[in-house]
Nanobody, 124 residues
Framework: QVQLVESGGGLVQAGGSLRLSCAAS????????MAWFRQASGKEREFVAG?????????LYEDSVKGRFTISRDNAKNTVYLQMNSLKPEDTAVYYC????????????????WGQGTQVTVSS
């Protein structure tokens, strides 16, 4: 089983920044596609950003966060990050870390493993 633990959420004013972290278990972390999803109150969960396994050369972003959010990974620390800049009130949501160990090509569908989420609230 892959265990995922998110941290770094909080309250920030519009225009501010936060960096989310997701610490993963497993000796084969470098072979996992990793992703961030989010779910706003009353809305469906949506893909935010993804990064491919091994080097993380491949990345995907939901259109509304392109140019504002950056996903990265540190395989030595078994950690994936989401740097969020120029935050907007519509970014308010619970953010979930996701892992896909299948070694498939990176996509926005995610994998089978989820963290418990971290709340991001952007005030206006």
């Amino acid at each position: 089983q892959v265990q995922l633990v998110e941290s770094g959420g909080g309250l920030v004013q519009a225009g501010g920044s936060l960096r989310l972290s997701c610490a993963a278990s497993g000796r084969t972390f470098s072979t996992y596609n990793m992703a961030w999803f989010r779910q706003a109150s009353g809305k469906e969960r949506e893909f935010v950003a993804g990064i491919g396994w091994r080097s993380g050369r491949d990345t995907l972003y939901e259109d509304s966060v392109k140019g504002r959010f950056t996903i990265s990974r540190d395989n030595a620390k078994n950690t994936v990050y989401l740097q969020m800049n120029s935050l907007k009130p519509e970014d308010t949501a619970v953010y979930y870390c996701n892992a896909d160990p299948s070694r498939r090509r990176l996509a926005n569908t995610g994998g089978a493993y989820w963290g418990q989420g971290t709340q991001v609230t952007v005030s206006s």
